[in-house]
């Protein structure tokens, strides 16, 4: 009885249905003659056989070099495409740090031109530290996807 699961291997059989053999009585698989383009020796003497093993090694080897060589090179195109976007996220941050510098001056300037009691009732706070936290609250309210203001 079979096992569930397990297959029946595939010999390889005469047209007929009979077992093919060598010259020397033994089993022998059927030879595929051409693997990836590179004809193999298709004999069945002990030296055809060391032939074909060898062939099929060094082609086989090949072909894993080349895929391994393939991998390489995609993951440095990986690489360098995340090396652009990091650069681009660090020139967009150093632009928001750049205007949040202008907007600190420019509540600065008009905060030195006011009196505090005038500027604590435009701005709803008392000092630069009410403003800073004013902006980050508010900056925090409107979340990441929110629309950026830009100054006027």
């Known amino acids: ?85 990091i650069e681009a996220l660090r020139r967009t941050l150093r632009d928001e740090n750049e205007r949040l510098r202008s907007l600190e001056s420019m509540i600065d300037l008009v905060r030195q031109s006011m009196t505090q009691e005038q500027f604590a009732r435009v701005t709803g706070m008392s000092t630069a530290n009410g403003m800073a936290k004013a902006i980050a609250s508010s900056s925090a309210e409107a979340g990441p996807g929110a629309p950026k203001e830009t100054p006027s």
Not at 31 to 45: A, W
Request: glycine share 8%.
């Open 1 to 85: 009885p079979e096992k569930a699961g397990k297959r029946k291997k595939k010999r390889a059989n005469k047209p007929d249905g009979s077992i093919a053999r060598g010259p020397d009585g033994r089993k022998v698989r059927a030879v595929q003659p051409i693997l990836h383009g590179v004809e193999l020796p298709t004999g069945t003497d002990p030296e055809s056989r060391r032939q074909r093993c060898l062939l099929r090694n060094r082609i086989t080897a090949q072909a894993s070099r080349d895929r391994k060589r393939m991998a390489i090179q995609e993951a440095r195109k990986a690489r360098d495409e995340r090396e652009v976007e």
